[in-house]
Every structure is written in C-alpha cells, then in structure tokens.
C-alpha cells in the first residue's frame, strides 16, 4: 500500500511540476494594457505597460462589427503557450533561437499565409487574420508581435514606404523577419532598395518600433482602407489619430491629406503633403496629390510644378501626365494636353480612361469626329467606362445625331445608374424629340439622386407644362424658385402655369419677377393676363 502510495504521490509530484511549467505565467501577466478598454487609455500607458494584441482588439471592436474582441487574448495564450512548450523540449530559450520554432508553428502547421492586397478593411484586424489565417504584411505582424510580447522574445515592428515587417533585436543578435514569407529573413539593403527608403532620422523609416507607433501604422492602414471602399468618416477617425501617434510616417500624412482633399478642406490637405515631403521629399505620388489640391485652390502653375517634379521622380506614373492634360486644358493650351495623354499612353496602352480623357480634349477642341474615335477606343478596352459613352453622347448631340447621343446616355446609366449628368441630358434629349412623359421619367431619377437641384425641378416642371399637367408644372417650379429664386425662367414658368390653372394673381405676380430676372416678356403675355384679372 505504501508503495502504490508513493507511485501515486510520485506521479503528481511529476505532473505538478509540468503542469506548473506550462501554466507559468507569460510574459505579458498582469499588463496594465491587459485591462485596457479604450484606445484613449493605451495611448496614455507607459510603453513597458502597452499589450499589443489587447490594443489590436480593442481597434477590432471599435472600427469594425466585432464584439467582445478579448476572447481572442485565450486563443493567443494558447499559441504562445504551446510554442513556449516546443521551446521546453527543446531546451531553447525564448532568444533568436525561438524564431525557426514560432515560423513552423504559424506558417507551417498552422497554415497562416499572406493575402495579395489590402483592399478589405475587415482583412487588417487581429481577429480577422485568427479567423481566416491569412493576413497581409502588417495584420501577421501584430499577430507574430502579439505571440513575442507573451513569450518575451525581443522582436520590433518595422516600417517602410509601403510595407511593414518584423525585426529580432536583443542588442547582440540583430535580423529581420518577413511575415508574408513565412518567416524568412531580408537583410535592412534589401527593404532599403526595394521600398525606396528615404535617407535621413526624420522618420521611423527601418527603426524600432515600439508598440504604440506599432499601433499607429495599424491604424494608418486602416484608415487608407476605409478610403478606398468610400467610408470617409471612418477612415478620417483612424488617420488623424495615426498622425497623432506617427507624426514622421508620410504616408499617414499625405493618406490624411487626400481625405482632407475629397471633404473639400483644401489647405488641411495641403499642409498634410508638405509634411509628407518634408518627410520624404522624392515620393511621386506626394508631389502629384500636393498639384490635385493646388488645382482645387485653383493655383495651375504650381500645380504644373508639382506634376513635372513627380514625372520627374517617375517617368512612368501616367497619372501625372493626365493631371498634366488637365491642367492645360484649363489654360486652353490643347496640343499641349495631347501631347502629354500621348505619352501616358505610351507607358500604358491599356489605360481606357486615358483614351476617354483624350476625347473630351477633342470635345473641347470642337474635333468631334476625333472624339468620338477616342471614346470608342476607351469603351472597347473598358465596356465598364461609363464616362467614354457618356462622352459619346455628348459629341453626338453636337452633331445633332439624337438617336446615337440617347444610345450613348443611356449606356453611360447602364453601367452607372446614378451619374446625374447622364440623367439630365437623356431627359433633355427625350425633352428635345417631344417626348415629355420619358423626359419626365429620366428628371425624377436625377432628383432621387440630387434632390436640390433647383435646375433639375425646373426642366421637370417643364416637361409636366408641355404635357399639359399644370399642377405638377407649378409644383415644380415652386420647388426651383425656393431654391434659387434668382431662375427667371421658372417663374415665367409659374406665371404661365398659373395662368393656365385660372390663378391670375399669380400668374401676374411671376411673370413681373420673371420680367425683372431678365426674361423677355411681350405686351401680349402682360396684357392677355392683365385682362383676365379685370
């Protein structure tokens, strides 16, 4: 009995003791960050206190759908649990030697893997790549991050124009490490060249990151991807705090700067690409989006500036050469503004809107035939390019050809139901033919899609006054004169409707407004209404 005894309190001693190795406490126990609820509040922990993964997951619950995103930190101490364990077998500690041991766990056993682009938001969050095992360079990098903090592996995030990576650096053994290779190792050259790293210490360029400017370059992507699928709210939110954590990251500057760009705030966006370019003074791209916001501000000269210094920096970024084009065409310098969609499509034979940008520069020119032959070229390479038939449409109505400029507007809507502008004019061609109910149809689609347009209302209410429905003309015109009451026309609009519906008070009362807005008005039109008011 005392022998079975001892085998048992043997066997419990044994199993305590590696019990107890496999649930000593990681390296993360007890972090103040741990506790975190708020992105507010991490920013406001010392560096040592920042858990990265909880601060990831607090992103994931605050910019996307995900709830209760800590049930996440589980499946995190687990992984770092298990490699913690292979390292125990092996007798290696938590140093360099760790980094072969974490790569076959992820890359190789576990599947992870590297997605081509970061289009999907919702591919960028921490959970999301636990989720899917797939991430792209920099969601795998939080994730590596997030096992290194638990098993106190030194390890950094790194970043480059464009890129983000992981570094080993324990002030001995120094190498980085490429998530999106399955943990294969490039040396500081390699991503210098590669991404065209600004030389100069007024960046984080190839530097050390520590967790918060970690969490900074995040949220830079995330909101560069909310950007990108139109979400500008959400992308403002996370890029003005990404230039709060990372104020010498220019690509956090200049992907603020073009939100700043498309909510109008011209000189916001501007002062965002000067320190982009302060920051790295020979990006193309920067200098090409500091010569869109002097074109709003409506300075073309130093617009062309900023334009040649990006083709100077990248003779092949085409769309340098179109703002190019764009800005001659404003000067009315027209050959210039071939010359220069000519050799955008030189670089890129393919580019349909290049072709189509080149129509409408012969549009302007009044070379119709010419235009048309560019717009036809563009849709035949994109048949999605709903700007080349609306083009189309518009050299046909110069030409007088109705029919082929109702085809053009309405393969334009085909492809881009709600492009107002093609809405209008299919209604006006409809208007133009006398076809008063399908005018009326084409007006109503354009006011669902700008309702206060007091134009818009204005050639509704004429189409209803041509189809002698004079109550819905007046309705109309009503609602263009309280919109912009300056439309004389609508108001001779609403004296004949009135007229018409046996309001002649009105009726006088619009065709005097009409009459002092500079509409031509007979003594026959006063008379025959002054006479119905007796």
């Given at each position: ?17 590696v ?38 997951l607090?992103v ?38 760790a ?12 599947g ?61 053994v ?46 830079n ?42 909510k109008g ?51 092949k ?102 492009m ?12 133009g ?40 003309a ?8 309280e ?9 001779y ?14 009726a006088?009362?619009h065709?005097?407004?009409?009459e ?19």
């Amino acid at each position: 009995m005392k022998k079975i005894f001892a085998a048992v309190f043997c066997f419990l001693i044994c199993t305590s003791m590696v019990l107890g190795r496999r649930h000593d406490p990681l390296a993360n126990e007890n972090k103040a960050g741990l506790y975190s609820r708020s992105i507010e509040h991490v920013l406001r922990l010392r560096e040592d206190e920042v858990d990265l993964a909880t601060a990831a997951l607090i992103v994931s619950e605050r910019w996307s759908d995900m709830v209760h995103g800590r049930r996440y930190l589980a499946t995190l101490d687990d992984m770092a649990l298990e490699i913690r364990e292979r390292l125990r077998r092996r007798r290696l500690k938590a140093d360099f030697r760790a980094i072969p041991v974490i790569n076959a766990y992820l890359f190789d056993e576990l599947g992870f893997k590297s997605t081509s682009e970061a289009s999907d938001p919702n591919d960028l969050f921490l959970h999301t790549v636990l989720d899917k095992k797939s991430g792209y360079c920099l969601s795998l990098s939080i994730l590596y991050l997030s096992l290194a903090e638990r098993l106190d592996v030194p390890l950094y995030g790194v970043v480059v124009p464009g890129h983000f990576f992981v570094r080993y650096d324990d002030s001995r053994v120094r190498f980085n490490i490429e998530t999106t290779s399955k943990g294969g190792r490039a040396s500081d050259e390699h991503y210098i060249n590669k991404f065209k790293v600004p030389i100069g210490s007024n960046s984080i360029y190839m530097k050390n990151l520590d967790k918060i400017q970690t969490l900074g370059c995040f949220l830079n992507n995330l909101g560069n991807s909310y950007d990108d699928i139109g979400n500008i709210d959400s992308a403002l939110l996370a890029l003005e705090r990404a230039v709060e954590i990372n104020p010498t990251l220019s690509e956090s500057q200049v992907n603020l700067g073009n939100i700043y760009l498309t909510k109008g705030q011209v000189t916001e966006a501007i002062n965002r690409y000067r320190a982009a370019l302060k920051i790295n003074p020979n990006d193309a791209k920067t200098h090409n989006n500091l010569g869109n916001a002097y074109i709003q501000r409506g300075w073309l000269k130093y617009a062309v500036s900023e334009y040649y210094r990006s083709i100077r920096l990248d003779p092949k970024f085409t769309d340098a050469y179109k703002n190019l084009a764009i800005v001659y065409c404003r000067q009315e310098s027209f050959q210039q503004a071939i010359v220069r969609l000519k050799q955008a499509i030189v670089l890129d034979p393919r580019d349909a809107e290049c072709y189509s940008q080149l129509g409408g520069v012969y549009d302007q020119m009044g070379n119709y035939e010419q235009a048309i032959a560019q717009y036809k070229k563009a849709s035949k390479i994109d048949p999605k390019l709903a700007e080349a038939y609306y083009g189309l449409g518009l050299c046909y109505n110069k030409l007088g050809s109705v029919d082929d400029e109702i085809w053009g507007y309405k393969r334009a809507l085909a492809v881009k139901p709600d492009m107002l502008a093609a809405l209008i004019n299919l209604g006006n061609a409809y208007f133009g033919q006398k076809k008063y109910g399908a005018a009326i149809e084409q007006y109503k689609k354009a006011l669902s899609v700008k309702p206060d347009e007091a134009m818009i209302h204005y050639n509704l209410g004429a189409a209803f006054s041509n189809n002698e429905n004079y109550e819905q003309a007046v309705a109309e015109y009503l609602r263009a004169v309280e919109i912009d009451p300056e439309i004389g026309d609508a108001h001779y609009g609403l004296a004949f409707g009135f007229y018409q519906l046996r309001n002649y008070d009105l009726a006088w009362k619009h065709i005097h407004i009409a009459e002092k807005l500079g509409v031509e008005i007979s003594k026959d039109q006063l008379n025959a209404i002054k006479r119905k008011l007796r």
